[in-house]
Nanobody
């Protein structure tokens, strides 16, 4: 099992920065990919950034050059550094881990979400 707890959301002005954190516990090395998703009011949840076990990262076009996903060497925390925030970045942000159980069943773990508000 994998457990995730997000933190770091809040209110920021347009153009500002925030860093989200996702504390990871459990069978960390069973995780194949971790991602940050967001869901704005009235919209579907979308994948914003991901990082593979290999360290390869990927981003949705709308955040490329502004957001950076990273993790600690121990892989027990994953970060999302968000710079030059825009009003359209406001959403609930969720940490996700795609991992495999001992019986090699693919599973997903989700954090509780953290709210990012971008407003002047």
């Amino acid at each position: 099992q994998v457990q995730l707890v997000e933190s770091g959301g809040g209110l920021v002005q347009p153009g500002g920065s925030l860093r989200l954190s996702c504390a990871v516990s459990g069978n960390i090395f069973s995780i194949s990919v971790m991602g940050w998703y967001r869901q704005a009011s009235g919209k579907e949840r979308e994948l914003v950034a991901s990082i593979l076990a290999s360290g390869t990262t990927d981003y949705v076009d709308s955040v490329k050059g502004r957001f950076t996903i990273s993790r600690t060497y121990a892989r027990d925390t994953v970060y999302l550094q968000m710079d030059r925030l825009k009003a359209e970045d406001a959403a609930d942000y969720y940490c996700n881990a795609h991992y495999y159980s001992d019986s090699y069943t693919a599973l997903d773990a989700w954090g509780q979400g953290t709210l990012v508000t971008v407003s002047s």
